[in-house]
């Protein structure tokens, strides 16, 4: 079947890091999307990755290894405005398909 | 702004009216996707079109009814909606529908409430 697993909430501070675990058993797997959402808003691009390993972008990086069916979104430096849900997406050959979002709040 | 825009942003109607949800792109895209996402679900793919054919229909009630009169508008009419419809409709567009990397650009949404 295919299924994408995440957690639901996660909460950290101003300036710390934190990690956003995805876990997906889907066939036909292309590559791994990361989507932010931002309440009332439009999801938006994050990240894709296809080959194992880590990518980096800023303050955002992301892993994948597709033998564990494992991805990680690692957000650095953190801000107030990176409160937000952040959506894993696995790229089947002719769709997305969603967890359902991990939604993350930034603290002073 | 993503180049996906959606109107209305806000709906409110009862079980018995039929209303229509307008999405278009500006991207040049080929492909056109209607997506449903309720509080703490996953985003479920509901219609995808590929210039300008359907190519997906997950299974979802005749209650809605996609139209895609081109490649960059997308239409779901709506009639004797159900409570549980009330969610968050989003619009997205790809290049194009299969192959992989199809990056989706998404619309801001329409918040539909059932009463």
């Known amino acids: 079947g295919q299924n994408i697993d995440q957690p639901t909430e996660m909460t950290a501070t101003e300036g710390a890091i934190v990690q956003i675990n995805c876990t997906y058993q889907?066939?036909?797997?292309?590559?791994l999307f990361w989507y932010q959402q931002h309440a009332g808003e439009a999801p938006t691009f994050l990240s894709y990755?296809?080959?194992?390993g880590l990518e980096e972008k800023g303050r955002f990086s992301s892993f994948l290894s597709r033998s564990k069916g494992y991805s990680y979104l690692l957000l650095k430096e953190l801000q107030m405005k990176d409160s937000a849900s952040y959506l894993c997406?696995?790229?089947?050959?002719?769709?997305?398909?969603f967890g359902t979002g991990t939604r993350l709040q930034v603290f002073p | 702004e993503t180049g996906v825009t959606q109107t209305p942003r806000h709906l409110v109607m009862g079980m018995t009216n039929k209303k229509s949800l307008k999405c278009e792109q500006h991207?040049?895209?080929?492909?056109m996707y209607w997506y449903k996402q309720s509080a703490k679900k996953p985003l479920e793919l509901m219609f995808v079109?590929?210039?300008?054919?359907?190519?997906e229909n997950n299974s979802v009630p005749s209650r809605f009814s996609p139209e895609c009169p081109n490649s960059s508008h997308l239409f779901l009419h709506l009639h004797t909606l159900q409570p549980e419809d009330s969610a968050l409709y989003l619009c997205?567009?790809?290049?194009?529908?299969?192959?992989?990397?199809?990056?989706?650009?998404f619309g801001p949404g329409t918040r539909l409430t059932v009463l």
């Open positions: 991207l040049g895209h080929n492909a």
């Open positions: 997205a567009s790809s290049q194009t529908a299969g192959g992989s990397y199809n990056e989706q650009f």
């Open positions: 889907t066939s036909g797997f292309n590559g």
């Open positions: 997406a696995s790229d089947n050959t002719d769709k997305l398909i």
């Open positions: 079109y590929n210039f300008k054919e359907q190519t």
């Open positions: 990755n296809v080959l194992d």
